[in-house]
C-alpha cells in the first residue's frame, strides 16, 4: 500500500530539476525587477551630472557636492548614533 505512492528516482530528479528551473526563474525575475528599481531610484536622486563650462560653475557645482556630501554625512552619523542606541539597550 504504501509503494504506490513512492515516486521512481528518475521522476523525483525530474521533479526537483523543474524545482530548479522554476526557483532560477524567480529569482531572476526578482533580481531583474530590483535592478530596474535601483536605476530608477539612482535616476530620480541623481540626475545625469552636466560638467560646468566656466571655472566659476566648477567651483559652484563643487561647492554644492560638497555641501550633499556634508549632510549625507551627518544624515549617516545620526542614523549610526540612533543603531548604536539602540543596541545598546537591555
Known amino acids: 500500500m504504501g509503494d504506490e505512492h513512492k515516486l521512481s528516482a528518475r521522476r523525483k530528479h525530474t521533479l526537483k530539476s523543474s ?3 522554476v526557483a532560477n526563474n ?8 530590483k535592478a530596474g528599481e535601483r536605476e ?6 541623481h540626475p545625469p551630472l ?3 563650462r566656466s ?7 563643487c561647492q554644492k557636492l560638497h555641501e550633499q556630501i556634508d549632510i549625507s ?6 542614523l ?3 543603531l548604536n542606541m539602540v ?3 537591555p
Request: proline letters at 3%.
Open 50 to 52: 552636466e560638467l560646468p
Open 26 to 33: 524567480l529569482l531572476e525575475a526578482e533580481a531583474n525587477v
Open 73 to 78: 554625512e551627518d544624515e549617516r552619523y545620526s
Open 55 to 61: 571655472k566659476e560653475e566648477l567651483e559652484e557645482l
Open 19 to 21: 524545482m530548479l528551473v
Open 80 to 82: 549610526e548614533f540612533k
Open 40 to 45: 530608477k531610484f539612482l535616476a530620480e536622486k
Open 87 to 89: 543596541l545598546r539597550e
